[in-house]
């Protein structure tokens, strides 16, 4: 099959590392996960499909967090050197790309200060756990006390004033309280058992923690002074970390569970009744979810999942009492990733604009929100690494090719914009979020590399992604299929290495992928390899929560170097073929993996196969999906559409049902078949 010409080839790259719980935190409460190398492709599989079991064992399912805008959490190290390294990053809880706010030592337990300026923390970096605190960007970062102690685990009070922690200076694990500038240390908790793991009621009135009872940890709560010590425990496991939900009527913890892993669960205090939302009956290794962490609106709760990065559930109503919907990983994190934390001060959409641009603006202005610039370009000169810039309502055409390192760009908060040209993202941590791109372009910015793919002229892929940890998150990202002119139209995302980087860490989350490229009886029988998303050459894509509907050719095309790709919680509908794992000579994409998205009505070929030019790739997974024929030609309806010659991918526990979309034809995708209300982008709660 001809490929398309545009698209080069790339080194092999190695497979991702095993990832395995280890013990050996300070505190029963702060247990971590750690990082193991293995040797041998089929132990990474076994390892790929026990965490595709996992996540189907659990009763939930999966959606990005919709409440605060930040997450603290500790990333262990990548070299197996646990608990040696755990360093504090932040991440906006959409997903994106993870800063890294320490680097002197073994950080632990985030907590963000209630005005969202400060994280506490726990450090080792002096030779025993103190109490550090932190602007919220990393910066002044000093000890809130010095001891001979170890003294961890910090909470907040809600007015900011106090931070309750864990000191052994007594000789035991207790629960003390501080004022938030290290004066006047009073004790709370005098037992000859360990207490741990404090945290402060956002109304003020209540401190729940851990503490033994009968050999094992148990959950309790105390006023703020000590007294009042009550043991609200009607579950069954051993307990730890509790988090108050924001209107303090319930908590969520982690519980050691039968199967010697560890689940999420959560009490309503009304009824002292428990809750096992996480439910998993099976684990690989004994999988592990821990630290649950609720959001500032308590339709969210993150924890720590062992075998993939931090993860979210969407909650129900405080009084309801049913389990609330597990999610798939928070796009840039990953396995090690643990303690999540919640800024509970700030919602998702507090943009914060360094500088604007408006059609209406000006090359001469100073881009202020009162006096924008006027083009796409003259706002990326204008801003440096670690800047936002914002653009007003309404459409820009120009083709850029971004360089600078670090800077996002956004649509103005309250409007849209449409940006239409080809965008190149060279740069490394380059975000696009919430813009409509429209990528017909006739240009090359920044070469003079002629557009000489058949039919001529013809515009280029767009947007394209060369640098390393680029997001597109939230975006419309089209080329306008619907248009009748044939030379107006191209794939839409292409991560590739034309740039000679491969790139690593392309995240490509929440955006709506559609109309790419134009499908036509003149161009091949497919669509002129005009597909959705691109991935040429590169390693660890994230491919989350998208959907990707009415593409001319694949929907994911994964050909002929992508590696350690993750492609979960996707709706893949009416593309001309669904997802397609390829390769070249002696190049082949590998290690790649499916879960959880719905693939259905392929209007070409497949919705899922194989295209092995060359060598046939190792390790890909195709699992836990939804998947459903569709085609005008039946012959490629069976198995749910996809390949029964399909090799070098497992396809395993996979749902062959029609999802039953509400309205399709006019973008509702909302599921009706409860068989399937588990998969897909924006994924339903089962009944």
Known sequence: MRRDPRASHGR???PRRDLRPRSGWPHAGTAALGRGGITGDRRYLNAVIGAMLVLIAMSTVASPARASSSLAFVRTSTDGSVPANGDIYTIPARGGVATELTTDGQDQNPAWSPDGQHIAFQSQRDGHWQIYIMNADGTNQHQLFTTSSNDTAPTWSPDGGHLAFVSDRDGNPEIYSANADGTSQTRLTNNSVADDAP???????TIAYTTIVSGDPELATMNPDGTNIQHPNPCAGVVATPSWSPDSRQLAFSEDNPHGGRDVARLVLSGNTCFTITNSTFFFANETFSHPTWASDASTIAFAESQAGIQTLKGDSPDAGGAPTASAVIPGTQAGDIEPAYDVHDVVGAVRCSKY????????????????????QQLIDALSSGQTGC????????SVKITKNGITLTSKPGQRATWQGRVILAGNGIVLQDLNLDGRNFDNPGTSTPCSYDPAPCPFPSPDVEGNSDVLIGNDITSDGNATAIDTHNICVIVNNALGNTPVGTIIASNTIHDCGYRSANQESSGGHLHGIYVVNATGTTIANNLIVNNADR?????PNAQSTMIDHNTIDRNGSGIDYGSAGSTASSYNTATFNLVTNSQVRWNVYSDWEGSVGTDNVFAANCRNGGNPNPSYNVNGGTDPSMTGVIDLLNTNQDPQYVDAANG????????????????????
């Open 391 to 398: 653009l007003f309502g309404g459409r820009y055409v120009q």
């Open 555 to 559: 929907g994911i095309q994964l050909w």
């Open 199 to 205: 945290n402060w009621s956002p109304d003020g009135s």
């Open 668 to 687: 509702d995708y909302r599921v009706q078949n409860d068989s399937c209300k588990r998969y897909g982008a924006n994924a339903q709660s089962n009944p």
């Open 12 to 14: 092999r790259l190695p």
């Open 357 to 376: 641009a408006s059609p209406a603006g000006s090359s001469a202005g100073p881009g202020t929100e009162g006096a924008p610039y006027q083009t796409p």
